[in-house]
């Protein structure tokens, strides 16, 4: 069974600052997808970046982009100038299609941003 | 609106009554999910639904819940006798085709007393 770890249970950080979020992930498969998602306040989960496994190049969105470590199982989130309204729940997720379609998630990352 | 439709937004009951739960998702969406948050926890697969196809039921917890996907458009998610321990958020998901992003509701918050 595939599975995903998140680490850090909460961070902190000055708003501006540049922040890295971790996540590893354990699986056999060779085809996979990978999401991070932001889970604010509100409690919609909201879709920020996504990589395929088959793809050598790093997810780049914005401020947001991604080290996929594809022989180390590791997947992290890089925000880049961090700003008040990135203050959220960020989740990491898995998803091995087409077997399996749903999304195995992390325990989340709590991250403020601080003024 | 666009998105994801979930409702009741809260539904407080008390133990041993049934519920349910409605989502409607992203028109022409074939692929929809359920999925449970507990308190300070990642979310957990319950049900996907896609198409005509028998829906994955893998991610349900006990013979208590059950789930249905009428026309292929609104669904269902019906727990019955519930327990304290069913209360948390039930976030509704759908995508326009298996394996595409997964677009979210913005959940019901299910409190059982």
């Known amino acids: 069974a595939q599975t995903v770890t998140q680490s850090q249970p909460e961070m902190s950080v000055q708003e501006a600052e540049t922040v890295t979020l971790s996540c590893t992930y354990d699986?056999?498969?060779?085809?996979?997808?990978l999401f991070w998602y932001k889970q604010p306040p509100s409690r919609q989960m909201i879709l920020v970046i996504r990589?395929?496994?088959?793809?050598?190049q790093n997810a780049t969105e914005n401020r947001f982009s991604v080290n996929f470590q594809k022989a180390a199982k590791s997947f992290s989130l890089k925000i880049s100038d961090s700003q008040l309204g990135d203050t959220a729940m960020y989740f990491c997720?898995?998803?091995?299609?087409?077997?399996?379609?749903?999304?195995?998630f992390g325990q989340g990352t709590r991250l403020t941003i601080n003024p | 609106g666009a998105g994801v439709s979930q409702s009741p937004s809260n539904k407080v009951t008390e133990k041993g009554k049934d519920v349910e739960l409605r989502c409607d998702p992203i028109?022409?969406?074939?692929?929809l999910y359920w999925y449970r948050q507990s308190l300070g926890q990642g979310l957990e697969f319950l049900i996907y639904?896609?198409?005509?196809?028998?829906?994955?039921k893998s991610g349900l917890p006990s013979d208590r819940f059950s789930a249905e996907r009428t026309g292929g458009s609104v669904s269902t998610l019906t727990i019955q006798r519930t327990q304290q321990e069913d209360s948390a958020v039930y976030l509704c998901?759908?995508?326009?085709?298996?394996?595409?992003?997964?677009?979210f509701g913005d959940g019901t918050r299910l409190s059982i007393l």
């Open positions: 997720a898995f998803m091995s299609p087409p077997g399996a379609q749903k999304l195995v």
């Open positions: 990589q395929e496994a088959y793809k050598q």
């Open positions: 998901a759908s995508s326009l085709l298996p394996g595409e992003p997964q677009h």
């Open positions: 639904f896609q198409g005509n196809s028998a829906p994955d």
């Open positions: 699986t056999s498969e060779s085809n996979y997808y």
């Open positions: 028109s022409g969406h074939t692929a």
